[in-house]
C-alpha cells in the first residue's frame, strides 16, 4: 500500500475534510496547504498527483495522535524518515487508543481472525525473534475494518 492509499482511507473512514486534514498536520508541527492535499488524495493516473513521503505520512499519522490524545508536553517527536506497515500499524493504534481486543473485534469486521499473540508480534522491534512484518494485505484488511467500525457506528 502507498501512503497516498492510506491517506485517502484514513480521510474516508472518519469523514475528514481539507480543514481538518490541515489542521492534523499542523497538529505535528508542518504546514501544508489545500492544494497538497488534493494532490495527495488524486488517483496515481491523475497528471496532478504528487507523491505522499514517509516524513509526511509520518507527520500526518502524528498530528492525528495528538487530535485523538491530545499533544505532550516538550519537544514533539520526530517524524519517521523511512515508514513501515508496522510504523503506520502503531501510530493507528496509539491514536485510536485501541487494545488487543479491540484490533481483533476490528479485523473481525474485515472478515480476519486473528489472535492477541499473532497482533503482538507486529508491536515487537524488528530484532526481536517473535517480530513480524506487517504485510499490505493485514493493513488492508485493518483499515477496512475501521471503516466498517467508523463509518457505519450501528454495526
Given at each position: 500500500m502507498t501512503n497516498?492509499?492510506?491517506?485517502?482511507r484514513?480521510?474516508?473512514?472518519?469523514?475528514?475534510?481539507?480543514?481538518?486534514m490541515i489542521s492534523l498536520f499542523g497538529l505535528a508541527?508542518?504546514?501544508?496547504?489545500?492544494?497538497?492535499?488534493?494532490?495527495?488524495?488524486?488517483?496515481?493516473?491523475?497528471?496532478?498527483?504528487?507523491?505522499c513521503t514517509d516524513i509526511q505520512m509520518a507527520t500526518f499519522l502524528n498530528g492525528l495522535i495528538n487530535d485523538r490524545r491530545g499533544k505532550k508536553e516538550g519537544p514533539q517527536p520526530k517524524p519517521e524518515q523511512r515508514l513501515t506497515n508496522n510504523i503506520i500499524f502503531k501510530k493507528l493504534r496509539i491514536a485510536l487508543n485501541l487494545?488487543?481486543?479491540?484490533?481483533?473485534?476490528?479485523?473481525?469486521?474485515?472478515?480476519?481472525?486473528?489472535?492477541?499473540?499473532?497482533?503482538?508480534?507486529?508491536?515487537?522491534?524488528?530484532?526481536?525473534?517473535?517480530y513480524r512484518a506487517c504485510h499490505d494485505q493485514f493493513l488492508r484488511n485493518f483499515l477496512t475494518g475501521l471503516q466498517i467500525k467508523y463509518r457505519n457506528p450501528s454495526a
Amino acid at each position: 500500500m502507498t501512503n497516498n492509499d492510506i491517506l485517502r482511507r484514513i480521510r474516508y473512514t472518519f469523514d475528514f475534510d481539507d480543514s481538518k486534514m490541515i489542521s492534523l498536520f499542523g497538529l505535528a508541527d508542518l504546514e501544508v496547504t489545500r492544494g497538497e492535499i488534493s494532490d495527495w488524495l488524486k488517483k496515481e493516473d491523475d497528471p496532478a498527483f504528487q507523491k505522499c513521503t514517509d516524513i509526511q505520512m509520518a507527520t500526518f499519522l502524528n498530528g492525528l495522535i495528538n487530535d485523538r490524545r491530545g499533544k505532550k508536553e516538550g519537544p514533539q517527536p520526530k517524524p519517521e524518515q523511512r515508514l513501515t506497515n508496522n510504523i503506520i500499524f502503531k501510530k493507528l493504534r496509539i491514536a485510536l487508543n485501541l487494545k488487543d481486543e479491540d484490533i481483533v473485534e476490528i479485523l473481525v469486521l474485515a472478515n480476519l481472525r486473528v489472535s492477541k499473540h499473532e497482533l503482538s508480534a507486529f508491536f515487537r522491534k524488528p530484532g526481536n525473534k517473535h517480530y513480524r512484518a506487517c504485510h499490505d494485505q493485514f493493513l488492508r484488511n485493518f483499515l477496512t475494518g475501521l471503516q466498517i467500525k467508523y463509518r457505519n457506528p450501528s454495526a
